[in-house]
């Protein structure tokens, strides 16, 4: 079975603070990874991939650990509408995207 | 361009009852999903599709059917509703299997 690991949270962070939480995936064939964002009843939608050399975007900045398959995401200067579900994405191919059942973060003012 | 769109966006049914979710997509995506997403249990998929015409199952098919007819379109029936089945249900596109996948607004089923 393909499984993502994370840590359910909550996370509970002062607002200006910098946040990082972690994955780990279990299927070492994994070729795709994704950082997803879900708000409250609301469709996962896509906060950045994930390469192997690390990327940016903005506050965000993604890492990708293939040795040790693990995957972490870090947010810098938090904001209250950071407050969400962040879902961690692995795998691709025949097998398929498997999804993390997330990690709940909320900024505090 | 609307994405991926999903009705209804509600439904109550009655246990012992059939339906069909609806899924469309107007961005040329060959590969479709379907999940379902239950508090604690994260994003399980209940079947795929890899282009119009072929389809297969996922972690958790039991009690439901697809089909892909066209590349827009694949909608999910469910053959005689069960309250297990109460749940929010998600319908996704994706270009290719490596690509992310665009999600659809969701559809919120109970089932009594």
């Known amino acids: 079975r393909k499984e993502v690991e994370q840590d359910p949270g909550p996370f509970n962070v002062p607002e200006g603070a910098t946040v990082a939480f972690n994955c780990t995936y279990s299927?070492?064939?994994?070729?795709?990874f994704f950082w997803y964002r879900q708000d409250c009843r609301k469709e996962p939608k896509l906060l950045m991939s994930v390469y192997s050399s690390g990327n940016e975007d903005g506050r965000f900045t993604a890492q990708l650990n293939r040795a040790s398959q693990y995957i972490s995401l870090l947010i810098r200067d938090s904001k209250l509408s950071d407050s969400a579900t962040y879902l961690c994405?692995?795998?691709?191919?025949?097998?398929?995207?498997?999804f993390g059942k997330g990690t709940h973060l909320i900024i505090q003012p | 361009n609307a994405g991926v769109t999903q009705t209804p966006k509600f439904q109550v049914l009655k246990t012992g009852q059939s339906m069909t979710l609806q899924c469309a997509q107007d961005m040329n995506h060959e590969y479709m999903s379907w999940y379902r997403q239950d508090p604690g249990m994260g994003l399980r998929l209940i079947h795929y599709s890899v282009g119009a015409g072929i389809t297969d199952q996922g972690e958790v098919p039991n009690g439901y059917n697809v089909s892909r007819s066209t590349t827009e379109d694949f909608p999910l029936r469910l053959l005689s509703a069960a309250p297990s089945q109460t749940s929010v249900y998600f319908c996704?596109?994706?270009?290719?299997?490596?690509?992310?996948?665009?999600f659809g607004p969701g559809t919120r089923l109970t089932v009594l």
């Open positions: 996704a596109s994706s270009p290719g299997p490596y690509n992310e996948q665009f």
């Open positions: 299927n070492s064939a994994s070729q795709s």
């Open positions: 994405v692995a795998g691709g191919g025949a097998d398929g995207l498997t």
